[in-house]
């Protein structure tokens, strides 16, 4: 088992930045890729950010690329994503999620999943 909790979210207005922070415990973090998934109301749930075991191999969904930054630390059990210049269509609930094997893209192919953190950008 691997539990994960993500903070960070809250209201912010448009332009302005947010860092959320998704710390796991558990099973070995490093054995897991991570990523960041959003959904807003009425939508699907959609990967913004990935990142591999090791951090050395990310991707971005295009609307965020250039302006969120997912990164790290196995050493302490944590993943973050920096996120700027940040837009109302932004506005989701941000979910982290474990992966040990399958597509990056595929949302059941997730392990684990954080219980979400809310991001409200205003306009």
């Known amino acids: 088992q691997v539990q994960l909790v993500e903070s960070g979210g809250g209201l912010v207005q448009a332009g302005g930045s947010l860092r959320l922070a998704c710390a796991a415990s558990?099973?070995?973090?490093?054995?897991?890729?991570m990523g960041w998934f959003r959904q807003a109301p009425g939508k699907e749930r959609e990967l913004v950010a990935h990142?591999?075991?090791?951090?050395?191999?990310?991707y971005y969904e295009d609307s965020v690329k250039g302006r969120f930054t997912i990164s790290r630390n196995n050493a302490k059990n944590t993943v973050w994503l920096q996120m700027n210049s940040l837009k109302p269509e932004d506005t989701a609930v941000y979910y982290c999620?474990?992966?040990?094997?399958?597509?990056?893209?595929?949302?059941?192919?997730?392990?684990?999943w954080g219980q979400g953190t809310q991001v409200t950008v205003s306009s």
């Open positions: 999620a474990a992966l040990r094997f399958g597509s990056i893209w595929n949302v059941t192919a997730y392990d684990y």
């Open positions: 558990g099973r070995t973090f490093s054995n897991f890729a």
């Open positions: 990142i591999n075991w090791s951090g050395g191999g990310t």
